[in-house]
């Protein structure tokens, strides 16, 4: 059974850092394109970052460029989130995703279009 467990998530203030952690059971990450995506009270899902199974590309959405980078650690069967920099807008539940029939970034992340495995999500905080 494929099993996704976020963690990582809490309160934090502007300016601040965290790191989300995905942790996938029941299936190989190797060969998955994985992702994060969140969504905000009142606004659709975002694709936030991803990586592509095929050929390890990467994605960022704009607001996030140069402030979040992802990674993944296959001997782990993880992938992570480094938030650094966050800003109020960046509060939102946030999911992370993994599917094997998607091979690209555009697929996954941008038009969203993952039927694969979600997580449960994890809330994201950010106040003063």
């Known amino acids: 059974q494929l099993q996704l467990v976020e963690s990582g998530g809490g309160l934090v203030q502007p300016g601040g850092s965290l790191r989300l952690s995905c942790a996938a059971s029941?299936?190989?990450?190797?060969?998955?394109?994985i992702g994060w995506f969140r969504q905000a009270p009142g606004k659709e899902r975002e694709g936030v970052s991803c990586i592509s199974s095929s050929d390890g590309s990467t994605y960022y959405a704009d607001s996030v460029k140069g402030r979040f980078t992802i990674s993944r650690d296959n001997a782990k069967n993880t992938w992570y989130l480094q938030m650094n920099s966050l800003k109020p807008e960046d509060t939102a539940v946030y999911y992370c995703?993994?599917?094997?029939?998607?091979?690209?970034?555009?697929?996954?992340?941008?038009?969203?279009?993952?039927?694969?495995?979600w997580g449960q999500g994890t809330q994201v905080t950010v106040s003063s």
């Open positions: 995703a993994a599917d094997f029939l998607i091979t690209t970034v555009q697929a996954m992340c941008v038009s969203d279009r993952s039927t694969g495995s």
């Open positions: 029941g299936f190989t990450l190797d060969y998955y394109t």
